[in-house]
Each structure stands twice: as C-alpha cells, then as structure tokens.
T-cell receptor
C-alpha cells in the first residue's frame, strides 16, 4: 500500500538557520503530496501541496518540490523562526477514485532564539 | 472564520462512560473524516463518510461509532472509553472530486479518560 517516510526528529535549530525535513513516498500512480503543520495543542493546518511531478509548493517561506524520479517531497525553509516550532507531517493522497490521506510519522521542529 | 469546528475542545470522562464528540463544517464538503491521534504519533483514520455512505477502517474498534445526520454535521460516539482511547480526535473534510484536494481539519477534541 501507499506509505510515507519522514526523517525522525526532533530537529533542533537556531533562529535563522536553514531547514530541511526529508520525506519520501511509495505509491502507485501519481499521488498528490502535502505538508501539514501542527502547532502545540492544535489541529493540522495545510502548509503547502503539489499535485504533479516537478510542481513546487510554497507558503510562508517554506517550499517543497515534487520529485517523481526520487519519490521525494522534502520541506525546506531558508531562515527559520521561533514561531516555526511545531510538528510537520508529510502526506500523500492517491488521485484515482476515493483515496484517504496517508501520513508520515511527523517531525518535530524546535527553533531556539 | 473557522470552517471546521469541533466541540468540545477538551473532554474528560470516566472509564466506561460514553462520550460524543461533534464536528460541523461550513464548506459544504461531501466527505468527512474522523482521525485519532495519540501523543507523538501520526493521525490514524477511524472512518469516513462519502455523502451518507459510511466507511469503516478495518482496524477501527467496535467501540467507535459515527453519525452524520446531514452534510454539515458529524458525530463520533465512543461507547465505553478505555484508558487507551485517550487521544486527540480530529475531524476533517474534503470535496468529493479526486485526490488533489487537501483535507481541512478542525482544531481537534482532546479526550482524557480517568
């Protein structure tokens, strides 16, 4: 079945450091790919998405590119802030018929001043 | 404005005492989901509604039931909560068409079982 693998956390960075959170997937066909963010005690918010190969999703300084050749969707940000501290989930959803959202295990990011 | 609203945000119950969590949406989406998220884990799908059609995940315990009286509302009933059911319960919605649409999540209902 479809699956998502994320790098384990926590990822600990100083403010203004560069962030990469790796995400790879296994799926049949051409899924859509998502990054969701979860702040402490809250639900999940969509951060960005990409629906086909080579698409780049971006939002709030975060970016991720859908790489079909490497089945990856790594999350990057050039300069993190303390307010970016949260748990980040990579997810995929198949595009044929009804498909559920399949999550990775999540990566906790801690940014210190 | 919040588009997926869950109530209550925090629920404390006693072992074995039934609990109902509610979810409402203003998006008029056809599909609604209930996820269970335990501490430091990924959300786990319990079931979903595709319009009025109910779809149970194979490993969802019988203790969990759901109702969707209309498009806007969906309820999660936990008939006899155990200590292992303590978790955040997340409601989400999406449009009918295809897989490119994202899921919209509520802020969650955190259940504590004493």
């Amino acid at each position: 079945g479809d699956s998502v693998t994320q790098m384990e956390g926590p990822v600990t960075l100083s403010e203004e450091a560069f962030l990469t959170i790796n995400c790879t997937y296994t799926a049949t066909g051409y899924p859509s790919l998502f990054w969701y963010v979860q702040y402490p005690g809250e639900g999940l918010q969509l951060l960005l998405k990409a629906t086909k190969a080579d698409d780049k999703g971006s939002n709030k300084g975060f970016e991720a590119t859908y790489r079909k050749e490497t089945t990856s969707f790594h999350l990057e940000k050039g300069s993190v802030q303390v307010s970016d501290s949260a748990v980040y989930f990579c997810a995929l959803r198949g595009n044929t018929g009804f498909q559920k959202l399949v999550f990775g295990t999540g990566t906790r990011l801690l940014v210190s001043p | 404005d919040a588009m997926v609203i869950q109530n209550p945000r925090y629920q404390v119950t006693q072992f074995g005492k039934p609990v109902t969590l509610s979810c409402s949406q203003t998006l008029n989406h056809n599909v609604m989901y209930w996820y269970q998220q335990k501490s430091s884990q990924a959300p786990k799908l319990l079931f979903h509604y595709y319009d009025k059609d109910f779809n149970n995940e194979a490993d969802t315990p019988d203790n969990f039931q759901s109702r969707r009286p209309n498009t806007s509302f969906c309820f999660l009933d936990i008939r006899s909560p155990g200590l292992g059911d303590a978790a955040m319960y997340l409601c989400a919605t999406t449009e009918r068409s295809g897989g490119t649409g994202e899921l919209f999540f509520g802020e969650g209902s955190r259940l504590t079982v004493l």
